[in-house]
């Protein structure tokens, strides 16, 4: 979705519910989701943290938000035409 000089990216999901609790640390490195499902993966809870860090570099921003049934990542990331050409960054 084009908003002003951003465009904004939505992965949705209908199964995973992150409490408020979590939403608030979800982007602190090496804390993971305590869920059963998942406990065995080996996860080291650096994903997110990755995907913040490179979206901010961009001069991005990127949050998660849950209600409901399931859940919600953002990110923006900022658009532009450039002058010298057609094309889009």
Not at 58 to 81: C, D, M, N
Request: net charge negative; with cysteine.
């Amino acid at each position: 979705e084009k908003i002003d000089d951003h465009i904004r990216i939505t992965i949705e999901d209908t199964a995973t519910v992150i409490s408020r609790d979590q939403l608030e640390t979800i982007f602190t490195p090496f804390l993971s989701r305590e869920d059963p499902l998942t406990r065995d993966t080996g996860a080291m809870g650096l994903g997110l943290l990755a995907c913040k860090e490179i979206i901010e570099n961009h001069k991005g921003e990127i949050w998660a938000e849950s209600a409901g049934q399931g859940s919600r990542f953002l990110f923006t990331l900022p658009y532009s035409v450039r002058k010298d050409s057609n094309t889009r960054l």
